[in-house]
């Protein structure tokens, strides 16, 4: 048989394959802690289950519109401006099967060969992939310049030319932890005015999972920029609800229609019953996420004073997200050699940088929401093989 060629350039996320490993090595009897995948060890909300299982049995078991049930994009709309003071219209939000849609249709409606799409390298690997995909040219900008692995618009801004039709942002950052403040993206959204053509993807949902007492500045609150302005959120970080597939994109009115039949040739709808509690998982109690964040934060000290121990090894302080990203370097080794040896060797897996693009060979990625007994007994097992 003969594939499109497209096909082949589609990537894919080097956490499946080595989830994929740890399984086989566990059911071979040895002991690994997994701190490879991107999502925490806490339960979804009680009040969204229940809402999920009250939506099936009172019959909510069919199609749905697809851009998703209003009660749930009003849900959002209120949530948004709840948080932010920022006024969307329902008719701007679309209920997606997860994040990833909104990535792939956003990238699908501006990639193409001939046309630039900017990026952030370490990324999230989808962003690339998808780039690749349409046959657009990607462009990264290096996330590693700064320590703290914050954003440098001055650099971003450098990138773009009359090629360019999009630019991904992604604050907090997958998967440095990296959190870039107001001030740098208020410098980024006024040089961003010089590029009225420009289309922005920003990618924020790590939104609610920043540390010590700050704040997204999300582009929510920049209203200049919603007439090309795509930001991608939803449920899987905030509330523990990875499984359940629910993400929400807010989208320029212009495109709309465009997402809208995007949505009818892929997944006709959302899942219906996933729907009802994902409206309650927003207007409901936020004990859950406060206390996820207060265990967060504990874990989050504990695996980074940890690591600075470790001979050769450095880290920064995560800023948002649940991943410390330490540079290893002075182990002697580089970035997957050291995932390599720890799990062959010391039984702990975690995700090489090379995983998430070309500028971070001597970094790796540890996802810290898991117990404090699995990050110290990791910590440990590593120090031993170094």
């Known amino acids: 048989m003969k594939i499109a060629k ?22 071979e009897g040895k002991p690994i802690i997994d701190l490879s995948l991107g999502q925490s060890d806490f339960k979804s909300p009680k009040h969204a289950v229940d809402a999920a299982i009250k939506a099936l049995k009172d019959g909510h078991h069919g199609y749905t519109l697809p851009n998703g049930i209003i009660e749930c994009r009003e849900a959002v709309s209120r949530k948004i ?38 990026y952030p390298d370490p990324g999230f690997p989808i962003y690339e992939s998808m780039i690749n995909f349409t046959g657009a040219k990607a462009i990264p900008y290096n996330m590693t310049d700064n320590k703290d692995f914050s954003m440098n618009p001055d650099k971003i801004l450098s990138l773009i030319n009359e090629k360019t039709r999009l630019l991904i942002l992604n604050n907090p950052h997958n998967p440095t932890g990296g959190f870039t403040e107001k001030n740098v993206i208020d410098i980024l959204a006024k040089g961003l005015k010089n590029f009225p053509n420009l289309v922005i993807l920003s990618d924020e949902v790590y939104d609610r999972l920043i540390f010590d007492k700050k704040e997204i500045p999300t582009l929510l609150n920049y209203p200049d920029l919603y007439e090309r302005l795509i ?31 995007f949505c009818v040739n892929s997944h006709s709808c959302v899942n219906t019953p996933a729907q009802y509690g994902a409206i309650a998982a927003l207007e409901g109690p936020e004990d859950h996420l406060n206390n996820m964040m207060n265990e967060f934060n504990k874990r989050r000290k504990l695996i980074v004073e940890g690591l600075r121990s470790l001979k050769g090894v450095e880290c920064s302080m995560p800023g948002g997200s649940f991943f410390a990203f330490p540079n290893v370097k002075k182990t002697g080794m580089d970035g997957e050699e050291f995932t390599k040896a720890c799990l062959e060797k010391a039984g702990v897996a975690m995700i090489p940088g090379t995983a998430f693009g070309k500028f971070a060979t001597d970094n790796v990625r540890f996802n810290f929401a898991t117990s404090t007994e699995n990050i110290s007994k990791a910590i440990e097992k590593i120090d031993k093989i170094l």
């Not at 959120?233 to 465009?258: C, D, F, Q």
């Open 6 to 27: 497209a096909v082949n350039r589609l990537g894919t996320e080097a956490v499946y394959n080595i989830f994929a490993k740890t399984k086989q090595l566990a059911k």
């Open 81 to 118: 401006k709840n948080l932010y003071r920022a006024t969307i219209d329902p008719e701007r939000i679309v209920i997606m099967p997860g994040g990833k849609p909104t990535m792939h249709y956003a990238i699908s409606f501006f990639g193409e060969a001939g046309a630039e799409i900017i």
């Open 231 to 261: 930001v991608l959120n939803g449920w899987s970080k905030t509330y523990a609800m990875t499984g359940w597939r629910l993400g929400w994109g807010v989208w320029p009115e212009k495109l709309i229609e465009h997402v809208f039949k």
